[in-house]
């Protein structure tokens, strides 16, 4: 009988940040399996030691969020289970029939395609604001497509496609100056960049918790600021005023129906705690020292475009990079570095056709490298090596 052969694939490099972090601090592992273990119940539904224990999680990650956002209401922090549904609940609990919408053009179809439903159930309008070739927008863009129903503006802190973070400061005032509601897309920034809900005027300020806040799939919410009221997205059982057939009014309660996901939030919680602990600043660096690894290593490679700013502007994208080789798609390129060398990145349109339009990559798109911080210099290194072989 023939030997079977064992091929032997490199060991696998992680590059794919963007779309989920996959190694996560130990803390967040334990923290899941000791909620589980020890304690496994729901929280607000009895009156034993496990359930207290329970609410005592929910309070906590809540808290741990405020800290990290600078929320001024522990209410008004609701759970969901990641960042669409968190835009979902804020668009549909907020906009009516004839509300307009503006937006940026390098949203992801977490943003349009609700927006989209709403415009066909609801006739709400939307303008798109869009960006230069490299992904930068004008604030003043926005204000100029204000209109007297303005009612919410829609930006993304920082593009999942080329990295540009958006001027969310600069929007968030002139939405407060016109009391336009401000929602903001942080699922590249939470955890990566220091976000502050006050001084950035974001009323509705969406996240996801298993991307930079290192936290479990499953995980996510949306702060509200005290100005604006919202619909339900869902009702149901919520273990508060059971004697109602109606839905609660209170918030959380409104709008976190059924039994929620605890052994997410224990990991969230651990996620961000250690967030506090560490400082965003910290992680911040640490990914923004890699991404400038990687492009300064590509400026060298021939036949290799990279998309959004140019050199010099390092401070103001998050760390993913999209790029694309001469006469190779991009399917093929990812399908290459993950076949011969082991590193996983992410092909295509990334869920944000409108930011491929922008930047002149629809529709084939891009190749996406994104870095975490658990990446290593020896891991750049070594896609740097894979791109000068595969463009040699
Ligand atoms: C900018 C942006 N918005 C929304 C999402 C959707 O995230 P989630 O799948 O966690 O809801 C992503 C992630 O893919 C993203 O990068």
Redesign the pocket.
């Known amino acids: 009988m023939k030997s079977k052969k064992k091929i032997k694939r490199p060991k696998p490099i992680y590059f794919d940040s963007?779309?989920t972090t996959r190694q996560k601090p130990p803390q967040v592992l334990k923290a899941v399996v000791d909620f589980a273990q020890n304690v496994g119940v729901s929280h607000g539904r009895g009156a034993y030691q496990s359930a207290i224990k329970a609410n005592e999680l929910v309070f906590a990650t809540r808290l741990a969020l405020s800290k990290l956002f600078h929320i001024q209401r522990m209410d008004r922090i609701l759970f969901t289970k990641?960042?669409?549904e968190a835009i979902n609940t804020a668009m549909k609990g907020f906009l009516k029939s004839g509300d307009h919408v503006v937006l940026s053009g390098l949203e992801?179809n977490?943003v349009i395609r609700p927006l989209n439903k709403l415009k066909a159930d609801r006739g709400i309008d939307y303008t798109l604001i869009t960006a230069n070739s490299t992904g930068r927008l004008n604030p003043y863009d926005f204000e100029e497509a204000f209109k007297p129903n303005t009612k919410l503006v829609c930006l993304?802190h920082a593009s999942?496609v080329i990295g540009n973070i958006n001027p969310v400061e600069e929007v968030g005032a002139l939405c407060a100056k016109k009391g336009i509601a401000f929602l903001v897309?942080t699922?590249?920034t939470a955890g990566v960049i220091p976000i502050d809900m006050k001084t950035m005027n974001i009323d509705f300020l969406a996240f996801?918790g298993?991307k930079g806040l290192m936290g479990p799939p499953g995980t996510?919410g949306l702060a509200v600021s005290a100005k604006w009221n919202l619909d339900s997205f869902i009702e149901g059982g919520t273990g508060s005023n059971s004697d109602k057939e109606e839905q609660p009014q209170q918030w959380p309660d409104k709008f976190e129906s059924g039994t929620q996901n605890y052994w997410g939030l224990a990991g969230l919680r651990a996620g961000v705690e250690f967030l506090l602990k560490n400082s965003v600043l910290k992680i911040r660096r640490r990914e923004e020292s890699l991404m400038n690894q990687f492009l300064t290593g590509i400026e060298k490679l021939k036949g290799v475009k990279v998309y959004g700013l140019p050199p010099g502007f390092e401070k103001d994208r998050v760390a993913v990079v999209s790029l694309n080789v001469e006469g190779k798609d991009p399917s093929e390129l990812a399908y290459e570095l993950d076949e011969k060398y082991g590193i996983m990145v992410r092909a295509g349109l990334h869920?944000a056709p409108l930011a491929h339009r922008t930047i002149g990559t629809y529709p084939v798109g891009t190749v996406r490298f994104s870095f975490g911080y658990y990446n290593t210099e020896k891991e750049v290194d070594k896609a740097l090596k894979a791109l000068r072989e595969i463009t040699n």
């Open positions: 963007a779309a990641n960042v669409t992801h977490a993304t999942n897309d699922a590249q996801t298993h996510g869920c």
